[in-house]
């Protein structure tokens, strides 16, 4: 199994930028099909907000972060990142990533992340004046 560690959170004031880190560990830490970024705010249920594939690297980015977050992936650093950009209030979430180590004939980033297999502990991200 698959050891996700996030890293990069803090508070920001708005219009602001963060970027999170996802360091993958584990016997085998290629064997993943994609890695996806979930956030969580108090009071809703999760969000998938984007994902990338690690054959390939297409993305996926949710209608509420496309063209302010970037998701990368170093494969040398068994890293992904997720580059966050004029962040708003609304952001304001515990962000989680997640790898999905099962081979699927359809990947769906969004919703709730409930396919990933291995989770991150989470980090806060805080945007606030």
């Known amino acids: 199994q698959l050891q996700l560690v996030e890293s990069g959170g803090g508070l920001v004031q708005p219009g602001g930028s963060l970027r999170l880190a996802c360091t993958i560990s584990?016997?085998?830490?290629?064997?993943?099909?994609?890695i996806g970024w979930i956030r969580q705010a108090p009071g809703k249920e999760r969000e998938g907000i984007s994902c990338?594939?690690?054959?390939?690297?297409?993305?996926y980015y949710s209608d509420s972060v496309k063209d302010r977050f970037t998701i990368s992936r170093d494969a040398a650093k068994n890293t992904v990142y997720l580059q966050m950009n004029s962040l708003q209030p609304e952001d304001t979430a515990v962000y989680y990533c997640?790898?999905?180590?099962?081979?699927?004939?359809?990947?769906?980033?969004?919703?709730?992340?409930?396919?990933?297999?291995?989770w991150g502990q989470g980090t806060q991200v805080t945007v606030s004046s």
């Open positions: 584990g016997s085998t830490p290629e064997e993943y099909y994609r």
């Open positions: 997640a790898a999905d180590e099962y081979f699927r004939d359809s990947y769906y980033c969004g919703g709730g992340g409930d396919e990933y297999t291995s």
């Open positions: 990338i594939m690690r054959s390939g690297g297409t993305t």
